[in-house]
């Protein structure tokens, strides 16, 4: 379980880092280190949204500040 920990945290730092670009599941999946669809479970599994449904809330409280 720590390495999939480790694996949505990598990814939730891309997106971070990456917010004013488009963001494919593919490039998560390459930090991430898993296929795309493990990455995508892993993701809706630890955090209980998709990464679409992350980008867009944090982008969202993003530009509400």
Not at 40 to 64: H, M, N
């Amino acid at each position: 379980m720590k390495e999939q920990t480790a694996a949505v945290q990598r990814m939730q730092d891309y997106i971070e880092a990456h917010l004013e670009a488009d963001i494919t599941l593919a490039q998560l999946s390459a930090v991430s280190l898993f296929s795309p669809w493990h990455s995508y479970r892993l993701f809706k599994e630890l955090l209980g949204v998709t990464p679409a449904e992350y980008i867009r809330r944090l982008r969202l409280s993003r530009s509400a500040m």
